[in-house]
Every structure is written in C-alpha cells, then in structure tokens.
C-alpha cells in the first residue's frame, strides 16, 4: 500500500518562512506525481493552492510556492500571515495505476 | 464563476446503497475529468474516484474498487457516485472537484454528508 508522509504539525511565526514537505513510500517523488497542495481552514472545503508541482492558480497568493526538495514535494510559504494557519494536504499521482493519494496533512499554526 | 454543487448525503443504514450528484456550472463540463474525494470526521482527505471527459475511463482505489461507481451526463454538466455495500468507514464529507488539463483538481464543491450508522 502507497503511504504519503508530511509533518503532523509545524509552528511559524507571523512574517516568518516555511516548508511543508510530502515524501511517497515508493521513493523519491518528481514532476511525473503532479504534486498538488491544497489548503483547508475549520468547516470550510479544501481549496487547492499547487498543481503540478509548481503552479499557481489566480487565487493563490504569491506567498505560496511549490517545489521538489530532497526527494520530496515541497509547500513553502513565505512572509507567513495570521490567515495562513490551516491544514495543508499534498496529492500524488501514480499514473501507472491511476491513483491519487493523499498525504495525512500538516497543521500548520502561525503564533 | 466555476461552481460545483453537490447533493445527496443523508444517513443510511451499513449494506445500504445511496447516489450523490454533482451538478456544475460556469465552465464547459464536456472538456474536464471529474473527481470524488472524500473526507472522513477529524481525517484527511481520500480521492475515491474520477472520470473522464466522455465517461469512457473511470478509476478507484482499492478500498471502493467493486462498491462505488462514477458516471456523468454531460447534456445536464453533472457528475454522480454510486455507493452500494456502505460501511461506517464510508462515513465523510463528499466533494465533487473538477480535474485540471494537466493530471490534478482545481475547484472543490462544498461537500455533502453521508452518515453510515444503525
């Protein structure tokens, strides 16, 4: 079974950088997994920030970018504000048996 | 604007069926894959199905693989999922997602509850 890992939790602070990453259980993830990120807040649905690793759609703030760092897809944002504290969740694509897997998500909190 | 709207979650009994439906507006449906992806209480989330954009390719993960089943009409632009043999573990949120040109999913629907209990 294909298992999607990122950090439970992180801690930044207000203005500070951070990374968010998402490793696969089958090795190392490149651009053929078409990462995806998505942002989900309290009771609302999930809204998706990346696709396909590095693109952004028009809603997304320029504070959010995507990337493939150490084997991993990676969430960075930067110049973090108070409204970004959120569980983030990263997609993979395994084309060969076209699957998509999730990863548990990462609870990310700005204090 | 590109919207989703589904419908259809209610409490069913376990062994129960139930069909969702998705209805969609603002964007020409014919063209894009559709997604199911679910989200169980206080969990993440877990893709369950997707089709195609003539309905010709559909696929599941293993865990609704023989249970649940996708279609579409693309004359009315709306998407439905048919769940039969429903357990607790079926217990989530729904939401119907549209899929990008390149593999992947953009605009997520608000969800609709589907509650398996006795």
């Known amino acids: 079974q294909t298992v999607v890992t990122q950090e439970p939790s992180l801690t930044v602070s207000p203005g500070g950088t951070v990374t968010l990453t998402c490793a696969s259980s089958t090795g190392a993830v490149t651009s053929g997994y078409f990462p995806s990120w998505f942002q989900q807040k309290p009771g609302q649905a999930p809204r998706t920030l990346i696709y396909s690793t590095i693109n952004r759609f028009s809603w997304t703030p320029a504070r959010f970018s995507g990337s493939l760092l150490g084997g991993k897809a990676a969430l960075t944002l930067s110049g973090v504000q108070p409204e970004d504290e959120a569980e983030y969740y990263c997609l993979l694509y395994y084309g060969a048996a076209h699957l998509w897997v999730s990863g548990g998500g990462t609870k990310l909190t700005v204090l | 604007e590109v919207q989703m709207v589904e419908s259809g979650g209610v409490l069913v009994q376990p062994g129960g069926s139930l069909r969702l439906s998705c209805a969609t507006s603002?964007?020409?449906?014919?063209?894009?894959?559709m997604n199911w992806v679910r989200q169980a209480p206080g969990k993440g989330l877990e893709w369950v199905a997707n089709i195609n954009e003539d309905g010709s390719e559909k696929y599941f993960p293993d865990s609704v693989r023989g249970r649940f089943t996708i279609s579409r009409d693309n004359a009315k632009s709306s998407v439905s999922l048919e769940m039969n043999s429903l357990t607790a573990e079926d217990t989530a949120v729904y939401y119907c997602?549209?899929?990008?040109?390149?593999?992947?999913?953009?605009?997520w629907g608000q969800g609709t509850t589907v509650t398996v209990s006795s």
């Open positions: 603002g964007f020409t449906f014919s063209a894009f894959w």
């Open positions: 997602v549209r899929g990008t040109t390149q593999p992947g999913m953009d605009v």
